[in-house]
């Protein structure tokens, strides 16, 4: 196990995983001395009953403050003071946070103006800004991907002011993550590969970059095992509930292990490309997460190649000679995303010039390729890249991305 | 109970200073780049008018302050950071970690990533500043340990390595 | 890989482990909102001069400290209250317990007084009866240790406290605190570690959240033990560090094992140190949860051997595998230390006659799920260096 010169790792996050698990939250909240929550989602995830199923399991407890259910896929300052304000005015303790990223970093967000009175949120954007324990938070998330309810970021949108205002703090760590098999059983399948996608990514990546550290490196070696031995059963029988669970648990570790060692180039790249091109979050990570390890391979392959394990099994990885388990990874990257292609009838791109919109459009037009590259020199996971990457490296990678075809390691500078 | 007592720690000026040095000579040397070197010249040239940046060790110092004036020349601003409206806040967690960084034993990756640092300011900054300090560092340094200090050391054409590092010293030094 | 229908887990303690780790306490106590801490330790502690290296992290941090270094070995009220005192008239308002065992007992004790009312603290000892958070605790582990450090528990008299609440906020594993110490303590406290994790791998209770502390926590102890023992490698000491901090959260978040409760009535009755005993039990309660409904022996092999030694063996061998790759381990890590480690009970001095009396200290009231004769049947096994194989 490699034990780095120096690492940090903290995961304060209560996890209360399972079939059942919202029903736990009554008991949860008790704990923490609060008794009448605020529950913020989005409309998609209230329309689709999920918000209802919670509500059930803890009408008889808990006295909910107030439901609201409008947080927008691209949320900011503006709907944070408005939830705040619903939050004051209907005397609540406690905020439930009921969906994906967004909502949570909206949940978060509403979190510091309440607790700190902040009538200026950006006062507590700075590092160590915040003191003390936020109000208790319960995060149920809808999706199994971004991994927010381990990590202590948040990031709001100022549209007035043009800001994009990031907030870390451990004390914006949720109190609680309730991973329950009911909130991600009705995720269709082309969201259901991308999300778990975007988990094996931050999972990877976290496992191959510059801040791995041994507690972060044993969920991600669990999160990827998790997916890779869940995600197809899901993807061809989408009730299962075992599977679900397994995918909700997987993306969890792996946030945890990437909110401690953060991520690289894939993210790098992946930020740029979703900000260029609207291309979702979770297809560029997909996409991208081969292309990512085959250009620091000369860095860490003797990393790379241990991901064999939770990714083929054990069989595979002993059947493997040495010299060719990193690559062995990368094929089988590949393979599950055209396996994923398959199960979605095309709608899962294996590469960035096949991402279409709903009409069928191109989303990334080649030409698109500079303006992404530009923009990923603005964009910090590349700091925790093994191998520097420069605005021509990015092009680079994005041009065999956009083909679709292996990264002609021999162009890397510097191999 | 005699066991008990209370102590004041006290302070570590010798490492302190070195720090200190290291860290004019630092902000010297990037304004002086910024005049002979292309690529932080472009760096500089994206930031917004009046951009300033604190580089130092908390929780007292040592400092060194860089900025554009009004005139958009990168400067040395000193090392006092009171009073100024700092845009880029890049803080070493403690003397320690500044010397394991000063002396190169870590190099600006490799600190933050083991969270020898806190940044507080707008990412794409943060980026460009990272690699100005990069830049520096390769003229600054013999290879042998800037190669250590960067994550991985440029092909540079024969006068932008040397007669610049020449010229960079020299501005650095005389400080203009 | 094992998954659960349902579990709860709950670690709140953050790990910095390495290089210039000491400095950077003055960072974190700043981040838990603390401005004053008070150091304790006990006599010996300090007289290696490791209170000095921590005071030394705090130069230059404008921080003043109190210092406590006379815990001693069995800490009881009276120490706490005086502490208690210390604490508040110092304006203190967070502790740093520096070394193991009793001192972080004590470390714990006094924050349940000092976050609450002094005449409380017997109303807190039990299950769960703290209710709130309590002042910042950080624990700067030395390499010695009774595995309790990390956990949820705490012991003072006769009281015993067990409470999230009571995990450090932060452990702070600092190269230079790991300190060249006897082998057979060594091997004690990683024994004790090695215990925790492979009881909190195999248990029925175990999910993916405990697998991750047990699982770095096992393959620390077993690529690093011998090599210490050995040739006092110093990396290979920060790593069986690492390995108890991780080994006291698995332990923290399954319930009690029988090896665990085994060997510390054993423990108890012997004068022997408690982590000896649970190495020695450690083949035998494991061997004996073998085939038990339940049990996940055969997934220990993986870390502990490697994926080639794991794929080389059939399934249904993988369990008794790795149960002799921790033997192996343990005669290695026997003869490092040139052979004075008892690998049996009969070998370590104990009376035959002694063992009924343990298995039923051990078993309790059954509560822990686990009968006498359970306990009986293992030290039976250990005491003669029996193998067994049936459940």
């Known amino acids: 196990m490699y034990l780095p010169e120096y690492y940090e790792f903290c995961c304060r996050v209560k996890v209360i995983s399972g079939h059942n698990a919202l029903e736990k939250i009554p008991e949860s909240l008790a704990k923490m001395h609060a008794a009448r929550p605020l529950i913020i989602t989005d409309k998609g995830v209230s329309e689709a009953g999920l918000v209802d199923i919670v509500l059930d399991a803890i009408r008889d407890e808990v006295a909910v403050g107030a439901t609201a259910d409008d947080v927008p896929q691209d949320s900011s300052l503006k709907v944070v003071n408005r939830l705040a304000d619903v939050y004051r005015d209907n005397d609540c303790d406690s905020i439930i946070a009921v969906g994906g990223g967004s909502v949570m970093d909206t949940a978060k967000g509403v979190n510091i103006v309440v607790s700190e009175n902040a009538h200026d949120l950006m006062k507590f954007s700075g590092a160590g800004a915040l003191k003390r324990a936020l109000k208790p938070l319960v995060v149920i998330p809808t999706t199994s991907g971004t991994g927010s309810e381990a990590t202590l970021v948040a990031v709001v949108k100022d549209h007035e002011r043009h800001l994009k205002m990031a907030f870390v703090s451990y004390f914006l760590l949720p109190d609680v993550a309730i991973l329950d098999s009911r909130m991600t059983l009705t995720l269709p399948p082309f969201i259901t590969a991308a999300t778990a996608m975007d988990a094996m990514a931050h999972a990877v990546e976290a496992y191959t970059g510059l801040a791995k550290n041994p507690l972060s490196d044993a969920s991600a070696l669990a999160a990827i095992s998790l997916i890779s031995s869940n995600l197809m059963g899901v993807m061809e029988n989408p009730s299962d509930r075992e599977g679900r669970l397994a995918l909700a648990n997987a993306a969890t570790l792996a946030g945890a292990a990437f909110s401690n060692s953060m991520v690289g180039v894939v993210h790098t790249l992946g930020h740029a490309t979703g900000s260029v091109c609207g291309v979702p979050h979770g297809m560029c990570m997909a996409i991208l997460l081969p292309y990512g390890l085959e250009y620091n391979m000369h860095k860490n392959a003797h990393f790379t190649e241990e991901l064999l394990v939770p990714l083929a099994g054990a069989e595979v990885y002993a059947a493997t000679p040495k010299h060719l388990r990193a690559e062995q990874v990368v094929a089988h990257i590949r393979k599950m995303n055209q396996d994923l292609h398959d199960a979605t009838a095309g709608r899962h791109a294996r590469f960035l010039g096949e991402v279409k919109d709903g009409g069928g459009r191109q989303v990334v037009p080649r030409e698109k390729l500079e303006d992404i590259a530009e923009a990923a020199l603005d964009d910090g996971s590349i700091f925790y890249n093994p191998e520097e990457c420069d605005y021509e490296d990015f092009l680079m990678i994005l041009r065999t991305a956009w083909e679709g075809t292996p990264l002609d390691r021999g162009l890397i500078k510097g191999v | 109970m005699n066991e008990f007592r209370e102590v004041t720690p006290g302070g570590k000026p010798f490492k302190k200073a070195y720090v200190a040095l290291m860290l004019w000579f630092v902000g010297r040397a990037i304004q002086a780049a910024a005049k002979v070197d292309g690529d932080v010249k472009k760096e500089f040239e994206k930031l917004p008018e009046g951009f300033t940046f604190c580089l130092g060790v908390m929780p007292h110092g040592p400092y060194m302050i860089v900025g554009k004036d009004r005139k958009e020349r990168v400067k040395y601003m000193g090392w006092r950071r009171e009073g100024r409206s700092i845009d880029l806040d890049m803080k070493i967690k403690n003397i320690e970690a500044a010397i394991l960084m000063f002396t190169f034993q870590e190099g600006t990756a490799v600190a933050t990533a083991r969270d020898r640092m806190v940044v507080d300011g707008e990412v794409p900054y943060a980026c460009a500043i990272v690699r100005v300090l990069d830049i520096g560092e390769v003229y600054l340094l013999p290879k042998i340990i800037a190669r250590l200090a960067v994550k991985r050391y440029p092909v540079w054409s024969f006068g932008r390595k040397y007669i610049g590092r020449v010229r960079i010293y020299f501005r650095s030094i005389v400080g203009y | ?391």
Not at chain 3, 278 to 305: F, V
Not at chain 3, 307 to 330: C, D, F, H, P, W
């Open chain 3, 1 to 391: 890989m094992f998954f659960p229908d349902n579990y709860e887990f709950f670690c709140p303690t953050k790990i910095n482990s390495g290089k210039r780790a000491l400095e950077q306490i003055p960072f974190e106590l700043d981040a838990l909102n603390a401005r004053k801490p008070l150091i304790i330790t006990d006599k010996e502690t300090a007289k290696k001069g490791l209170v000095k290296k921590i005071t030394g992290a705090f130069r230059d941090s404008g921080i003043a400290v109190g210092i406590f270094d006379g815990v001693p070995p069995v800490p009881d009220l009276e120490l706490i209250r005086g502490l208690a005192n210390n604490y508040r008239d110092a304006g203190c308002d967070s502790t740093i317990a520096v070394g193991g065992g009793a001192v972080v007992d004590a470390a714990k004790a006094l924050n349940i007084v000092v976050s609450g009312r002094p005449e409380d603290l017997k109303a807190f000892a039990g299950e769960d009866l703290i209710e709130n958070s309590l002042r910042p605790l950080v624990f700067v582990p030395t390499p010695l240790g009774t595995g309790f450090e990390t956990s949820r528990f705490a012991t003072l008299e006769e009281l015993t406290f067990s409470s999230p609440f009571l995990m450090p906020d932060l452990v702070v594993i600092d190269p230079r605190m790991m300190t060249a110490e006897r082998p057979a303590e060594l091997i004690s406290t990683a024994m004790i570690a090695l215990a925790h994790c492979a009881e909190a791998y195999t248990c029925p209770a175990k999910n993916p959240m405990t697998d991750t502390y047990a699982y770095a926590g096992m393959r620390f102890i077993g690529e690093n033990l011998a090599n210490v023992i050995r040739s006092d490698d110093k990396d290979g000491r920060l790593a069986l560090a690492n390995a108890a901090a991780m080994a006291g959260i698995a332990f923290s978040n399954t319930p009690r094992g029988i090896i665990h409760e085994v060997g510390w009535a054993l423990g108890d009755a012997s004068g022997l140190p408690p982590g000896i005993c649970m190495g020695i039990l450690l083949p035998y309660g494991l061997g004996y949860r073998m085939n038990s409904e339940g049990y996940h022996l055969s997934d220990m092999l993986l870390p502990l051997a490697g994926a080639e030694i794991y794929v080389g063996t059939e399934e249904n061998l993988r369990a008794r595998k790795a149960i002799s790759v921790i033997r192996e381990m343990q005669h290695d890590v026997r003869d490092a230390a040139g052979g004075d480690i008892p690998l049996t009970l009969k070998d370590a001095g104990i009376a035959k006659d002694a063992l009924a009396g343990v298995a039923g200290t051990a078993a309790g009231d059954g509560a822990a799920g686990f009968s006498v004769d359970d306990c009986l049947v293992i030290l039976e096994h250990a005491w003669e260096g029996k193998s067994i194989t049936s459940s």
